[in-house]
Structures are given as C-alpha cells and as structure tokens.
Nanobody
Framework: QVQFEESGGGLVQAGGSLRLSCAAS????????MGWYRQAPGKERELVAT???????GYSDSVKGRFTISRYNAKNTVYLQMNNLKPEDTAVYYC???????????????WGQGTQVTVSS
C-alpha cells in the first residue's frame, strides 16, 4: 500500500512563504499523478494542486498564481511552493495520488498525517 509523508508546514505571517514536501513510498512514483489537498477546521478537504506524470499542472482558483506544484521523481517526492500566503490558507495539507473520474480528480491512495500550515494576519 502506498504511503505518503508530508512535511514543511509551520506558522508564517501573511505574505510569507512555505515549501511543503511529500515523500511517497512507491516504486513507480513517476507513473502517478499527484495532488495536494488541504482541510481547514470545519470544512471539507479540497484539492488545490495537481501534477501529472507528464508534469502538467493544475490549480484551484483560490491558489492559482501563488502556489506552485512540482515533483522530483528520483526522490519520489512532490512539492508545494506557497507564496503570498493568506490567513485563509490555514489548513492541514495532505498529498495523495490522484486519478481522473469523469472530469474530476479523485484521491487514489490512503491519507498520511498531513502537515499543519497556519498563516497569521
């Protein structure tokens, strides 16, 4: 079973930056599309960024232009560079493999512990 381990979260002031990392325990990581999700208190988990095996990226409107997803297949790792952070970005961030279901991306693996990002105003 594929496992994901997220890291890099923390407390940052509004306007600041953080870089999240996610290590995947899978031998064919390069074949997986990957996604970053976040879940704020009292809200549903939402998908904020995706990257395919061909390095095509996609973003939710709420983070477009501020977040950048990337991957380094040699280290089975996917990253999320977050710039110009806002208080509404406060959430636990998770990564997962993703696959398409119709026109939507859906998570395809089990969830890790996530990493907490807190943005103060």
């Amino acid at each position: 079973q594929v496992q994901f381990e997220e890291s890099g979260g923390g407390l940052v002031q509004a306007g600041g930056s953080l870089r999240l990392s996610c290590a995947a325990s899978v031998s064919v990581f390069r074949l997986y599309a990957m996604g970053w999700y976040r879940q704020a208190p009292g809200k549903e988990r939402e998908l904020v960024a995706t990257i395919t095996s061909g390095f095509v990226t996609g973003y939710s409107d709420s983070v477009k232009g501020r977040f950048t997803i990337s991957r380094y297949n040699a280290k089975n790792t996917v990253y999320l560079q977050m710039n110009n952070l806002k208080p509404e970005d406060t959430a636990v961030y998770y990564c997962n493999g993703v696959s398409t279901s119709g026109s939507r991306w859906v998570a395809s693996g089990s969830w890790g512990q996530g990493t907490q990002v807190t943005v103060s105003s």
